[in-house]
Each structure stands twice: as C-alpha cells, then as structure tokens.
C-alpha cells in the first residue's frame, strides 16, 4: 500500500497536514475537538462535484433529463438542501423522506415518490404536496393512487426486467423473484389500466435493478428489458451504481454509467424520450468519513481496537458485510493489520477487519473511509447510542447541520 492509497479514498480534498488529516480545509482533529466523537463528516465540495459530475454526464449525453438523488442515501435537509442548490431532483421512498425534503425546500415538481407499499397516508402527502411524479409499483398502488387523486398526477410503472445483479442479495431488486415492481406481462396490464385511468397520466417506465453494482452490463440489459413495452415520454433508468470502498474495489465513473445507461437507451428508447437517474450512494459515499475516538486496545491474535462507536452509526458492515478502510488521523500510513471494533455488545460488531492501523492508542482518533452512504440512514439506538452529529467542511470552515442526540432524546418519545 501506498500513501496515495488510503487518500484515494478520502474526499477528494483530503489532505495530510502537521495535524493529520484534513478535509475540506479543516484537520479532523479540530473537527473532534469542536464536536466530539463519533461525527460524520461531509466534505461539501466534493459532494457537489460529484453530483455535478452525474448532472453533466447526462447532459453530455442525452437531450433531455434529470438526476434525481435517491435520497435514501442520505436523508438530511442539509442534504436536500445541497441537492436542490445543484439543480438536481430527489427520490423519496416514503412520507418521511419526503416530510424532510419539503421541509428543506425542495420544489415538489422535482420530487419522485417510491415504495413498493405506500400507505393511503404516503400517497395523499405526496399528491397534497404536488410531487412531480409517482412510480406505481404494483396494482394496489395503482388503484390506491387512483382512488386518492383529484386532478391529473403523472406516474411511472416500475419495471421488474428479470435482470439478476452482481450484488449482496439484499441489494439486488431487479430479478424475478423481487418484491419490486411489475412483471415484464404486469406492467403491460398496468399501463393498459392507467391508459383508461380518470386521474392518473402515464409519463413512462422505471427500472431500477440494485445498489453497489460495479459491472456495467446488467444495467444495459435492464433498460434493454423496457423497449419492448411500447414508447413513452419518460424512462427511469434508476441508480445503483457502486462506490469504492476499498484498495481493492474498483467502481465505474459516472460518466461511464451514464455512458452505459444512454448506449443502450438510444438502442431501444424513443430518442425524443426524457432520462431520468437515481443514483445516491455514488454521489454520496466517498464525500462522508467517520470519526471516531479509541477507547480500548485490546492485544493479541487478533489485536482489537475499540472505538467509541460501531454498529449504532455503521450498520453496513453488519448488515451487508460492506468493508471499509480506516486510518489514525495523525498517524494515517503504514501500521500492522488489527480488528476495528465498535463498542456495541455484539460479536458482529466490527467495522474494520484486518485494518491497517499504524501503532493505535487510547485517545487516537481514526477515521473510517466512504460512509457518507446509507451510514446516516441507518444509525440507530442500539445498547443506547446516541445517534452522531452531521458536520459538513467547505472551504476551511466545519458547520453542524444535524446535532448530536442527548440522552433526553433517548426519552423524548415517551408517553
Ligand atoms: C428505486 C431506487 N432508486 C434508486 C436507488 C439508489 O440506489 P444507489 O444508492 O445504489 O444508487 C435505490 C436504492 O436501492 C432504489 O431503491
């Protein structure tokens, strides 16, 4: 391994400094000290060129369309607000994520709402609040949405294309037997139905086949899988594509997905037709780091080294065996394979196996790599961890945009 390697991973304004590293202009340990460990970390700049990169990709390389972040990713009004600010849509997949991105100021015609099980509650916020496009996934959903609609509402039908992807089983939703969306046969039938539908305009097709996908050709075959439907206005070619996480992992660009995706579109879509993406982890993941202090060393074969955090702010690696790679901030090259635990009272919880940590000790503050995905969406209480603050670094200047949570918020909902 060389020193470039594990900056590689960091936000591209990562740097090493006489105080360890920095991001975005600020040292993580003036980010620890000011805020305290575990803290998510945002490099804001990064984060925009990034979904700038897949904004302009698309631009680039089909007439007319739009990102839309699935902001699943990373569901914080700063978040929305960023996204909002770089002209790009969102994907909400619920009455929350949507709750969030209204309250941020997201123009709703820009919004798509998800889920596979919408409630009567979901449905009548998204078409109270004028969201730009529903995507019906299934025939109770259709004729809920119908049921609830009083003036026009433009849908897409979320295609299954029977297109296995090369992921975690849990991430993967575009093969046969998925709980998402319609049938190559079932969507016929659907668009036949909304074709006679009082309230709802039928604008185009889904797909989306899962997440954490890093070879390029099942994705072609999935939009290759919506040509034979007939020709619409608007396609979703979803998200999905993989970030790196690792020395050894190796993620397209967006740019080559995006050149994947429209390759294939111009060989079976309308040219005419509107492009929608939803991508979220890749425009997310690399532009997040966590913080995290060592509390414990614990030698032997193997030497494990707790942090003041885990599987409370990192449920990946649990959840989805998803690998990280972490660095002592002030000491973040070479360093001997060790066990990097969080503090949580489960064997599974492990952040990094066999990382390469350079001679830690109590008090050190390491930094784990890409977890500006999923990781936020997916923090948790458990043993009573209190969720981590959202920092975001711009220009030599760290903001709070979401605090720590207290102890009194661990009661907060209590009746
Ligand atoms: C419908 C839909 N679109 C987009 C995404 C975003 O996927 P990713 O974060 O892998 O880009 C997801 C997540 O799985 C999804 O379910």
């Avoid at 391994?1 to 591209?12: I, S, V």
């Avoid at 897949?54 to 680039?60: I, N, P, S, V």
């Avoid at 000790?361 to 209190?386: I, K, Q, S």
Wanted: aromatic residues 6%.
């Amino acid at each position: 391994m060389t020193d470039a390697d594990f900056l590689g991973l960091l936000p591209p304004t990562a740097a090493v400094t006489d105080d360890g590293i920095a991001i975005g202009g600020v040292p993580l340990a003036t980010i620890a000290e000011r805020f305290g460990t575990p803290t998510y970390v945002i490099d804001e700049q990064s984060l925009r060129e990034q979904v700038g990169a897949f904004r302009d990709a698309l631009a680039r390389r089909w007439g007319a369309g739009r990102i839309h972040f699935a902001s699943k990713a990373f569901p914080t009004t700063a978040m929305y607000r960023v996204m909002a600010d770089e002209g790009v849509g969102v994907d909400v997949a619920g009455g929350g994520e949507l709750h969030l991105a209204l309250r941020a100021g997201v123009d709703p015609s820009t919004i798509l709402l998800h889920g596979n099980a919408k409630t009567d509650e979901e449905i009548s916020l998204a078409l109270e609040a004028g969201v730009g496009l529903v995507v019906v996934d299934n025939f109770d959903d259709l004729e809920r949405l119908e049921r609830r609609a009083s003036r026009r509402q433009p849908v897409l039908v979320r295609v299954r294309p029977d297109v296995a992807a090369p992921t975690h089983e849990a991430m993967a939703t575009g093969h046969a037997s998925s709980k998402f969306g319609l049938s190559i046969p079932d969507a016929r039938r659907a668009i036949e139905r909304i074709s006679r539908s009082r309230h709802l305009g039928l604008e185009g097709l889904h797909v989306h086949i899962g997440s954490q996908i890093s070879d390029l050709a099942p994705f072609a075959r999935a939009v290759e899988a919506l040509g034979d439907l007939g020709e619409f206005d608007t396609y979703d070619l979803g998200g999905g594509l993989a970030a790196r996480y690792t020395y050894a992992d190796h993620a397209p660009s967006p740019d080559e997905w995006v050149a994947t995706l429209t390759e294939a579109a111009r060989r079976v879509l309308p040219a005419r037709a509107r492009i929608l993406l939803e991508p979220g982890r890749s425009v997310v993941a690399r532009a997040g780091v966590t913080l995290y202090r060592v509390v414990t060393v614990k030698h032997g074969e193997p030497t494990f080294v707790a942090v003041d955090g885990g599987m409370g702010d990192n449920l990946d690696v649990s959840l989805y065996g998803q690998r990280f790679e972490a660095a002592v901030v002030t000491r973040p090259f070479g360093g001997a394979p060790v066990d990097l635990v969080g503090r949580h009272c489960e064997s599974g919880d492990r952040l990094v196996e066999g990382a390469r940590l350079h001679d830690p000790r109590p008090g050190d503050l390491v930094v784990v790599a890409v977890t500006g995905a999923y990781c936020v969406t997916m923090a948790n209480n458990y043993n009573g961890a209190r969720r981590p603050p959202v920092v975001f670094v711009r220009h030599g200047a760290a903001t709070l945009r979401q605090r720590r949570e207290t102890y009194d918020d661990l009661a907060s909902r209590d009746v």
